[in-house]
Nanobody
């Protein structure tokens, strides 16, 4: 059973930065790609980023390329999403989940509970 717990959301001004953390069950990163998805009110869920330590690959949505950086620490079984130059359109609930690093879509069905990110002045 894979457990994923997000933290690090909050309120930030446009142009600011936040770092999200996803703490996974032990050894999860050795077997699964882990990533971030977001859903804003009234919008469909969007794949943001995914990382596979197995393949040594990452995936980014076009909307966040150059602004967001995903990284993983297998020893801590934690995945991070560093978000810089945040925009109001980045406002959403961000979910950590197992994912496909090739397509950026959910895979295997494991999800965290979500953390709210609000970008507003």
């Amino acid at each position: 059973q894979v457990q994923l717990v997000e933290s690090g959301g909050g309120l930030v001004q446009p142009g600011g930065s936040l770092r999200l953390s996803c703490a996974a069950s032990r050894f999860t990163l050795d077997y699964y790609a882990i990533g971030w998805f977001r859903q804003a009110p009234g919008k469909e869920r969007e794949g943001v980023s995914c990382i596979s330590s197995i393949l040594g690959r990452t995936y980014y949505a076009d909307s966040v390329k150059g602004r967001f950086t995903i990284s993983g620490d297998n020893a801590k079984s934690t995945v991070y999403l560093q978000m810089n130059n945040l925009k109001p359109e980045d406002t959403a609930v961000y979910y950590c989940a197992t994912c496909s690093v090739v397509t950026g879509t959910p895979a295997h069905g494991y999800w965290g509970q979500g953390t709210q990110v609000t970008v507003s002045s």
